[in-house]
C-alpha cells in the first residue's frame, strides 16, 4: 500500500485565505454580525443591477429561499463563504433576467430543436467527465463550455473574448483559493460545463448540496418535481444553440439518474450513455472531492457526514434509475466500464459510437487524439484518496449498492486506495480528474 498522503490531508488554505477568514470570525464574536440575507433583498438587487424586472417563466423564490435559510442556518459558512454565496446568487439571479430579455430579443432562440440529446450518466467520478470531453471533441458535437454557462448572455458571439478572460480568471482565482482542487477536479472557461450548472437558474441543482453543507435544503430539494428544472435546462440549451449550432448535444451530470421521468418529460427521444465503476471507488473520490470543495466555504467540514450523505444519496439514486432505465428501448442506453475509459478511450468512444449507428469521422478521431495527448504533456495531478478517512468500509459500501454490484459485475473491482494507474494508463490521468 502506498504511504504518500492523501490530497484530503493536503488541503491547506492560503495565508490570506485564514486571515480573511479569521478575520471573519473575529467580528462575529465582537457583535458585529453578519447581516443575514433573504431572496427578497437579492431578487430586488438583481432587478436594480440588470435595470430589468421579467424572470421570466417559472417559479424559484421557495427554492431560494429554503437555499439561503439552509446556508446560513446549517452550512457554517465563514467570511469568504458568506460572500461567495450572495455572489452567486446575484449573478444568477442576473443571468436570468438577461436570457429572459434575450429570448425577447432574439425569437428565434424559441424555435430551437433539441434532438436527441445524449446524456451521459453513472456513478460520480466514473468516467463521465473523460467521456463528456472526448465526445464534445467532434466538430459535430456541441456541449455546454464554463463561459458560456457563466455568462450566457448575449447569445451571440458578441464581445466573446472577454467573456472567456472573466471565466478564465475565476478559475484562475478559485484555483488559487483552493490550491488542492486542481487534483481533483479540472476547471476551465473552455472545458464542457455539467448540466447542474444549466439548472442552477430554478435553484432546484444540487449544485448547492456539492458546495455547502445544506440538510434542509437536500431534504426538501429531493421530494421536488424536476420537471420545472429540466424545462429550464431545455430553454438553456436552446440560449446556447442559438449562439453556435450542431448537429448533436454531448450532455453530462450524474444526478440525471435521479430523476429520469422528468428528463424523459422535456427530452423524449434522449439517448443515454451510463458509466461503470466500483461504488468503493466512486464513493471515496466522491466524498474527496466534496470534502475539499465545501472546505473553501466552511471551516467546519466533517469528512464522514459528507461519506455517508454520498452512499446514501447515490445508491438510493442508482437503485431508482436501475429500475426506470429498464423501461427505455436497450438501443437508447449503452454501457461503458471505467476502467475502458481510461486505459483505451478512443476505444470506448468507438464502441459508442457504433452502438448508436453514427460516423466517427477521421477529423473527430485526431481531435480526440489531440486532447489526449495534450493532456499527456502537463504533469499528473494524482488524486490520492482512501474510503477509511471517510468512517466507511468497502463492505459497508458493497452492501448500500448491492443490486447495482450484482447486475455489472463490480463486487469483485474494490481497490482499498486509489493508486496511480500503470504507464500504460497514466497518459489519462490529467484528463480523468473529473472521475479520479
Known amino acids: 500500500m502506498n504511504n504518500s498522503p492523501t ?24 457583535s458585529i454580525p453578519w447581516t443575514r440575507t433573504f431572496a427578497t433583498d437579492l431578487i430586488e438587487t438583481a432587478k436594480r443591477r440588470c435595470g430589468i424586472d421579467d424572470f421570466g417563466e417559472g417559479d424559484f423564490f421557495e427554492a431560494l429561499s429554503r437555499l439561503l435559510d439552509s446556508c446560513q442556518d446549517e ?69 455546454p463550455l464554463m463561459w458560456e454557462v457563466r455568462s450566457p ?44 450548472s444549466l439548472m442552477t437558474p430554478t435553484f432546484l441543482s444540487d ?95 466533517d469528512p464522514s457526514i459528507v461519506c455517508c450523505e454520498a452512499i446514501d444519496y447515490w445508491s438510493e439514486t442508482m437503485n431508482k434509475f436501475l429500475r426506470e432505465r429498464d423501461r427505455l428501448a436497450d438501443n437508447r442506453i449503452c454501457d461503458i466500464q471505467y476502467e475502458e475509459v481510461c486505459r483505451e478511450p478512443i476505444r470506448a468512444v468507438r464502441r459508442i459510437y457504433e452502438f448508436f449507428g453514427w460516423s466517427l469521422s477521421k477529423e473527430a478521431e485526431q481531435s480526440m487524439r489531440v486532447l489526449i495527448a495534450s493532456q499527456a504533456k502537463r504533469e499528473s495531478a494524482n488524486h490520492r484518496y482512501d474510503l477509511s478517512q471517510f468512517g466507511a468500509n468497502a463492505e459497508d459500501v458493497l452492501s448500500a449498492f448491492g443490486p447495482y454490484c450484482k447486475r455489472f459485475g463490480l463486487s469483485q473491482l474494490t481497490r482499498a486506495r486509489h493508486q496511480p494507474p500503470s504507464h500504460r494508463s497514466s497518459h489519462m490521468i490529467e484528463l480523468q480528474q473529473p472521475c479520479a
Open 7 to 30: 490530497t484530503l490531508q493536503q488541503i491547506r488554505p492560503q495565508l490570506p485565505v485564514r486571515l480573511f477568514n479569521g478575520f471573519g470570525a473575529l467580528l462575529e464574536k465582537t
Open 75 to 143: 452550512a457554517q459558512l465563514n467570511l469568504i463563504g458568506k460572500i461567495a454565496l450572495k455572489t452567486d446568487v446575484l449573478e444568477t439571479l442576473c443571468a436570468r433576467l438577461q436570457m429572459k430579455r434575450d429570448r425577447q430579443l432574439y425569437p428565434d432562440i424559441t424555435r430551437q430543436k433539441i434532438c436527441q440529446p445524449l446524456f451521459i450518466v453513472g456513478l460520480p467520478r466514473s468516467g463521465t467527465s473523460v467521456l463528456h470531453r472526448l465526445l464534445g471533441a467532434d466538430p459535430e458535437h456541441r456541449s
Open 153 to 196: 448572455s448575449p447569445p451571440t458571439r458578441a464581445d466573446e473574448k472577454r467573456r472567456i478572460q472573466s471565466s478564465t480568471q475565476s478559475c484562475k482565482f478559485f484555483n488559487w483559493l483552493v490550491p488542492t482542487f486542481r487534483y481533483a477536479h479540472v476547471v476551465g472557461a473552455e472545458l464542457p460545463q455539467e448540466c447542474v
Open 207 to 301: 449544485q448547492f448540496d456539492a458546495m455547502y453543507y445544506v440538510p434542509s435544503y437536500r431534504t426538501w430539494f429531493f421530494r421536488q418535481d424536476l420537471r420545472p428544472a429540466y424545462e429550464y435546462h431545455r430553454r438553456f440549451l436552446q440560449h446556447l444553440q442559438f449562439r453556435r449550432s450542431a448537429r448533436r448535444w454531448i450532455l453530462k451530470a450524474p444526478t440525471h439518474m435521479f430523476a429520469l421521468p422528468a428528463l424523459l418529460s422535456v427530452y423524449p427521444d434522449a439517448l443515454f450513455v451510463q458509466t461503470h465503476r466500483t461504488p468503493v471507488d466512486s464513493m471515496a473520490s466522491v466524498s474527496s472531492l466534496v470534502t475539499i470543495l465545501r472546505s473553501a466555504f466552511s471551516d467546519a467540514v
